[in-house]
């Protein structure tokens, strides 16, 4: 009898973090599609969740909302659970106590960034104190805390004492992400110009993307911006040169309106030294936007050859470089990049490492 990987699929109805929430569907879906002979892939949900997943098998549907349920698992309550393979593509998962090696019982997890622990001032402190709990479960009680780079295995590994359970697998690009047919309706409806750089980062760090769009003279458009920060953010810009009315700050958008965005933009400006997943880096490259990046956090890892890494003080130029001159070789870099990041890449390597324990 083959194995059964019981994924953890718990933002189908309450989504806390759209990114995460989206990359748990799709790497179910090349779970599904790369299962070796046998195998199968089944399904952790919380209550009143649908799985819409194609190819996933049992679904254990547990009594508590997502809510209940995080606080349930942050004490190392995980009732009705069971056994058996499991893994998730977030630090929500039932870490408890279990035996590995009689009963191939097995638990892995995911951590996307250590904005926790290295930008507190991005989160909110529930958000920060669940965060931590949950990796002090996971010392204790995860088989595997698996990462997207090297260089957040390296930060991880001064933070929580996991040895050689850390492991390293790549994200990938949102399936099916592509421009919009619509992009120019889009963006309009937005309220956005027809020249614009992208930025994104910390609130601390997009004082170099402000700087940017005025080198490459053109507007700022900074995505995921948290709610209540655009008086914030706008006064960053105009204190960093840029004038208000070139300053659009957006909080989170779906998908097709973030690629109608990026593909609209001369360059996407990523600005966050922190060592965490850069998914807007990911989407960027997979439509060919030329790419500025700071040299820090897991640019180096993500990127490569596939845009520019930069120190700080070389930012402002290199984004107008990408603006203009720069922009179609950096294109075509960007889209060759992203071949390397693919989620039936990542699924099979998840399923490797399930076999390697």
């Known amino acids: 009898m083959g194995a059964r990987l019981r994924m953890v699929l718990d933002q189908l109805v309450h989504v806390v973090d759209q990114d995460q929430a989206r990359a748990s569907i799709d790497l179910a879906r090349g779970l599904v599609r790369t ?11 919380c209550a009143s969740s649908e799985v819409t997943v194609e190819g996933i098998g049992e679904v254990r549907t547990l009594g508590l909302a997502r809510r209940e349920l995080a606080a349930s698992w942050q004490l190392g309550i995980a009732p009705g659970v069971g056994g058996g393979l499991i893994h998730s593509a977030s630090l929500m998962a039932p870490l408890v106590r279990h035996d590995r090696v009689h009963d191939n019982d097995q638990t892995t997890v995911t951590l996307w960034g250590l904005d926790a ?13 669940w965060h931590k709990a949950m ?21 991880l590994s001064e933070i929580a004492k996991l040895g050689e359970r850390i492991r390293v697998i790549a994200g990938a690009a949102p399936e099916g992400f592509a421009i919009p047919v619509d992009a120019a309706e889009r963006r309009a409806a937005l309220g956005l110009p027809d020249r614009y750089v992208v930025l994104t980062g910390t609130a601390s760090s997009l004082a ?32 960093a040169g840029l004038p208000e009315q070139r300053a659009h700050i957006r909080g989170a958008l779906d998908p097709d309106d973030r690629a109608a965005v990026l593909a609209g933009a001369t360059a996407l400006a990523a600005t966050s030294p922190v060592a965490a997943w850069p998914w807007r880096v990911i989407e960027a490259m997979h439509l060919g936007v030329p790419i500025v990046a700071i040299d ?17 003080d070389e930012f402002a130029d290199a984004v107008a470089h990408a603006s203009s001159e720069g922009a179609r070789r950096l294109s075509v870099l960007a889209a060759d990049r992203a071949k390397a990041f693919s989620w039936a890449s990542s699924a099979e390597r998840v399923w490797a490492l399930h076999a390697e324990l």
């Open 135 to 155: 990796l002090r479960r996971a010392v204790k009680h995860a088989d595997a805390v698996v990462v997207p780079t090297h260089e957040i295995a390296r930060r």
């Open 208 to 239: 170099e993307g402000f700087r940017g769009a005025i080198a490459a003279d053109a507007h700022a458009v900074v995505l995921d911006a948290p709610e209540g920060a655009e008086p914030r953010l706008v006064e960053l810009a105009a204190s």
């Open 117 to 129: 622990w290295d930008a507190p001032a991005e989160s909110s402190k529930s958000n920060i104190a």
């Open 35 to 45: 299962a070796p002979s046998g195998c199968a892939v089944d399904a952790i949900v």
């Open 296 to 312: 820090g956090g897991a640019h180096r890892d993500v990127l490569a050859d596939g845009g520019m890494l930069v120190a700080a």
